[in-house]
């Protein structure tokens, strides 16, 4: 889960382009924790970005975008693949002349890499969602690369992690651990809400319960 948010405006508005940016924010706070981070470009200038690994109340009063600026993209994150620690796997992410925002998860961001040749952008990188912005480099943005990218990785079917809700639901605890697991495998994206949503109070207690949050990498 993460948030993702941004705005494009004319030079010549009149909206307050800090406070946009700041309000936004505010907005998709509660969507990631793990880092937060913002892009911007003035005219066709270079795009600014910076990020950082914490929570958007602590960069929230921090975020200057200049009036001049024409876009900008706003992003938190709660992470799947990519650990935040490795500030290039936090979003804005940079690959060559492409910089965006990406919420989900790539199954297959690894072949999809090495079938294009394509180097990471920085050697410790490991998130997924470079493969989009390669592939929007490299075919510079055209819709049918960026097509077969979302079919592939189309899912088939209830996820593990859907799965893993109906036997909650069926107080079926084994059986829920064990989709839980081909979730984690599958890195689907919802796997970090198990440690907060109120759906898993009954999990918490289970002694199988920490080394899951141990796997997604979130602390017990």
């Known amino acids: 889960m993460c948030g993702i948010a941004g705005y494009s405006l004319s030079a010549r508005s009149s909206v307050d382009h800090t406070l946009a940016a700041q309000a936004l924010l505010a907005g998709i706070a509660e969507r990631g924790a793990d880092a937060v981070g913002y892009a911007y470009r003035t005219g066709n200038g270079p795009v600014t970005i910076h990020k950082q690994r914490s929570g958007a109340s602590a960069l929230l009063e921090e975020v200057v975008v200049p009036k001049s600026t024409t876009e900008a993209l706003i992003h938190v994150r709660d992470y799947t693949k990519g650990h935040p620690s490795v500030e290039a796997n936090n979003h804005p992410i940079r690959h060559g002349a492409v910089v965006g925002v990406h919420n989900g998860v790539i199954l297959n961001d690894d072949e999809l890499m090495d079938e294009h040749g394509f180097e990471r952008a920085e050697s410790e990188m490991t998130v997924d969602s470079e493969a989009i912005f390669a592939l929007a480099e490299a075919h510079y943005a055209n819709p ?77």
Do not use: C, H
């Not at 081909?182 to 907060?196: F, G, L, Q, S, Y």
């Open 144 to 220: 049918k690369a960026l097509e077969d990218l979302r079919r592939l990785n189309q899912p088939r079917g209830p996820s593990p992690f859907q799965m893993a809700l109906v036997y909650v639901g069926l107080d079926d605890m084994d059986r829920a651990f064990e989709w839980l697991d081909k979730a984690v495998d599958a890195r689907n994206w919802e796997t970090p809400m198990i440690k907060a949503s109120p759906i898993f109070e009954r999990l918490r207690s289970d002694p199988r319960f920490p080394g899951l949050l141990r796997r997604i990498g979130l602390p017990d």
